[in-house]
């Protein structure tokens, strides 16, 4: 039950962050990131591995961008954020 209550405020957390403007996404955007492993490591074990993939499919959907953006600084290029 405790798993599914922190999937719920996960869920709710990112959604507040993605109405923020751009430019105050960062460190929230970050620390959702940061524990979206933990999470989904926790739904494999507790509901299985296809509800984990499920998951990280949600997951690349809803931050799309912030993942193109830190794949592009990986690469050494330099993107431009929008006003």
């Known amino acids: 039950m405790t798993l599914l ?3 719920v ?3 709710f957390a990112s959604a507040g962050v ?3 403007p751009i430019r105050q996404q960062f460190i929230p955007v970050a ?4 524990l979206a492993p933990v999470l ?4 494999a074990l507790q509901v299985g591995w296809f509800m984990s993939l499920l ?4 997951l690349v959907s809803m931050f799309r961008n912030p ?10 290029q330099n993107p431009q954020l929008p006003q």
């Open 5 to 7: 209550f922190l999937s």
């Open 18 to 20: 993605a109405m923020l």
């Open 67 to 76: 993942l193109m953006f830190i794949l592009a600084k990986l690469r050494g």
């Open 9 to 11: 405020a996960w869920v």
């Open 31 to 34: 620390l959702l990131l940061a």
């Open 40 to 43: 989904l490591v926790l739904i």
């Open 55 to 58: 998951g990280i499919a949600a």
